[in-house]
């Protein structure tokens, strides 16, 4: 089957570095996403990675390592309003997305 | 960037009722919209795709006929729930996918309807 795995919470401090890890199986592979939702919202696009390597966009990094069926969202200098939920997503062999369950991160000042 | 809008925002409907929700793109042509419904701390689940002009597609375990789906334009679908029971009280996302050279297989969603069925 197909499968997103990613930590459900994870904690870290105003101005600090986290990562938050995705690994994957899925039937096929034609790019990851990383989402960020706040609660009560719609997901707004992060990034995407569909080549092994590190993408950086501002104060976000996403990396990839196809091999390994991983990424990683890196975000730095963090902000209170950081904090959110962040989904991972896989998209198949049929261009669908399959969701990982996404990853709470709480920011404390 | 593209913008996928949704409306309504948010509906009440007492039980038995049919609520309908509409998803536009308003920048872009979207060859392929998608629903998903979210729960509580729950992640998405798709419900359906549906291609302009053809019939929508359904994951399983989601019924076709009390979920309806209409893609009328590229610019248009919509989301019928008839016969809503309060176990259909959720968070109804749409997104919409548009086939360009620059991001392919990006989606774009919309901002989400929150239905609470009494």
């Known amino acids: 089957g197909q499968n997103i795995d990613q930590p459900t919470e994870m904690t870290a401090t105003e101005g600090a570095i986290v990562q938050i890890n995705c690994t994957y199986q899925?039937?096929?592979?034609?790019?990851l996403f990383w989402y960020q939702q706040h609660a009560g919202e719609a997901p707004t696009f992060l990034s995407y990675?569909?080549l092994d390597g590190l993408e950086e966009k501002g104060r976000f990094s996403s990396f990839l390592s196809r091999s390994k069926g991983y990424s990683y969202l890196l975000l730095k200098e963090l902000q209170m309003k950081d904090s959110a939920s962040y989904l991972c997503a896989v998209m198949d062999s049929n261009y669908q997305l399959i969701w990982g369950a996404g990853t709470k991160l709480i920011i404390k000042p | 960037g593209a913008v996928v809008s949704q409306h309504p925002s948010w509906v009440i409907c007492k039980s038995g009722t049919s609520v309908k929700i509409e998803c536009r793109s308003l920048?872009?042509?979207?060859?392929?919209m998608f629903w998903y419904r979210q729960f509580p701390k729950q992640s998405l689940m798709l419900m359906a795709t549906s291609n302009e002009g053809s019939k929508a597609t359904y994951e399983q375990g989601v019924e076709k006929d009390k979920f309806l789906i209409n893609h009328a334009s590229l610019t248009l679908s919509t989301l019928t729930v008839t016969s809503a029971h309060p176990e259909d009280s959720s968070f109804y996302i749409c997104?919409?996918?548009?086939?360009?050279?620059?991001?392919?297989?990006?989606?774009?969603f919309g901002p989400g309807t929150r239905l609470t069925v009494t």
């Open positions: 990675n569909v």
């Open positions: 997104s919409a996918r548009a086939w360009t050279s620059g991001d392919s297989y990006e989606q774009y």
């Open positions: 920048d872009f042509q979207a060859t392929t």
């Open positions: 899925t039937s096929g592979f034609n790019g």
